[in-house]
């Protein structure tokens, strides 16, 4: 679907537009499920029981997809905070340097995602670089306090040793337990 507004082209499923915020199917839009919207779209089937039924809906992004979106994430916050690193080791030493960085390091993460996630991109880079975005459950931009509430909440999953992330694997919207907490999903474009 491409947005009426700046004629960008729309994940697949989401009802506004990453680049300018504008709503989907405004008044000129014609009046068809999102799913059907374009000609190229694809359908995966899912099973239910013994039916198996079209998913009309969003592509959720899987469990693979997001682990692969995390690393690239980690190597960019590793770079992060190796220059800090440094820059503290040729001012400090080494010693302290490593507790600076451990401090500095700890407040990046909890923004890196929650400052990537709220703002024009919806995703991390690391999400943005394998096209999947994070959205509320009603397909929606997500704000600073829900996203950073998300990013507080992989902490949790620390506690249930990964198989809070291990839930994307097995659950519907492909949720992770930190997405259930503050009802978010991942969408692949």
């Known amino acids: 679907m491409i947005c009426q507004n700046c004629n960008k082209e729309l994940p697949k499923g989401w009802l506004f537009c990453p680049t300018c915020r504008a709503k989907s199917g405004g008044p000129s839009a014609p009046k068809v499920p999102i799913s059907k ?14 039916a198996t039924v079209q998913n009309s809906g969003p592509n959720y992004a899987g469990f693979w ?14 770079a992060i905070a190796a220059s800090i690193m440094l820059f503290f080791a040729l001012a400090a030493g ?4 490593g507790l600076i960085t451990a401090a500095i390091n700890a407040v990046i993460t909890l923004f890196y995602e929650a400052y990537f996630t709220s703002r024009n991109w919806y995703a991390t880079p690391g999400k943005r670089a394998l096209r999947i975005w994070v959205a509320d459950t009603n397909l929606q931009p997500i704000g600073f306090g829900l996203a ?20 994307v694997a097995f659950t519907d ?3 992770g337990l930190h997405d259930f907490m503050v009802r978010t999903v991942v969408i692949r474009h």
């Open 94 to 97: 080494w010693h302290t340097a």
């Open 173 to 175: 919207k492909k949720q």
């Open 37 to 50: 919207s374009t000609p190229n779209s694809t359908f995966i089937p899912q099973t239910s029981g013994n």
């Open 65 to 78: 997809v997001r682990v692969a979106a995390a690393l690239v994430d980690t190597i960019i916050l590793w």
């Open 148 to 167: 950073m509430g998300r990013s507080l909440l992989k902490i949790v999953n620390l506690f249930t040793f990964g198989l809070g992330y291990l839930m």
